[in-house]
T-cell receptor, first 111, second 114 residues
Framework: QKEVEQNSGPLSVPEGAIASLNCTYS??????FFWYRQYSGKSPELIMFIYSNGDKEDGRFTAQLNKASQYVSLLIRDSQPSDSATYLCAVNKGGADGLTFGKGTHLIIQP | GAVVSQHPSWVICKSGTSVKIECRSL??????MFWYRQFPKQSLMLMATSNEGSKATYEQGVEKDKFLINHASLTLSTLTVTSAHPEDSSFYIC??????????FGPGTRLTVT
């Protein structure tokens, strides 16, 4: 059974600090890894995707992937109150494959 | 950027009736579309994969006769919830996949069955 695990939180981080979100997955056949942000009552919006081991940076966001440990993380630098949301980790096998989502981590950025 | 629309954005229906939800890719062709469901405080769960011109592939535990999916064109997929019951009340979200395999999510449809 494919599973994606995340700490549900809430994770409270002061404004301006680094928020660190973690995710583990069970299916070693997973090839593509995604981080989505979801505001209450809205559909998810893509923040980043990563396919290869290592780090990938995009603005204030850095995704990290370790396939050997089956671990994905997202770092948010200079956290802003507008970053407060639920962050969903998702994986798939690539190609035309649906996404398996974790339950999400509720992040609160305290002004 | 790629835009996916859903209609309606919310719907209330009586138990036993059927509801159709449309998912459209507005500025690209989507060979594959996906349907997800999200219950309160839960994550998105993949219900089915829809390919243009062929039968949908349903995930384990999803009743294909209850959740009818039609993908008649490269820009439109529909999900019909037949004989809806209160336990079908949920947030239904579609995504459309472009030629580079990136998925774009629609805004979702909130279904309430009374």
């Amino acid at each position: 059974q494919k599973e994606v695990e995340q700490n549900s939180g809430p994770l409270s981080v002061p404004e301006g600090a680094i928020a660190s979100l973690n995710c583990t997955y069970s299916d070693r056949g997973s090839q593509s890894f995604f981080w989505y942000r979801q505001y209450s009552g809205k559909s998810p919006e893509l923040i980043m995707f990563i396919y290869s081991n290592g780090d990938k940076e995009d603005g204030r966001f850095t995704a990290q992937l370790n396939k050997a440990s089956q671990y994905v993380s997202l770092l948010i630098r200079d956290s802003q109150p507008s970053d407060s949301a639920t962050y969903l980790c998702a994986v798939n096998k690539g190609g035309a494959d649906g996404l398996t989502f974790g339950k999400g981590t509720h992040l609160i950025i305290q002004p | 950027g790629a835009v996916v629309s859903q209609h309606p954005s919310w719907v209330i229906c009586k138990s036993g009736t059927s509801v159709k939800i449309e998912c459209r890719s507005l500025d690209f062709q989507a060979t594959t579309m996906f349907w997800y469901r999200q219950f309160p405080k839960q994550s998105l769960m993949l219900m089915a994969t829809s390919n243009e011109g062929s039968k949908a592939t349903y995930e384990q535990g999803v009743e294909k006769d209850k959740f009818l999916i039609n993908h008649a064109s490269l820009t439109l997929s529909t999900l019909t919830v037949t004989s809806a019951h209160p336990e079908d009340s949920s947030f239904y979200i579609c995504s459309a996949q472009d030629s580079s395999y990136e998925q774009y999510f629609g805004p979702g449809t909130r279904l309430t069955v009374t």
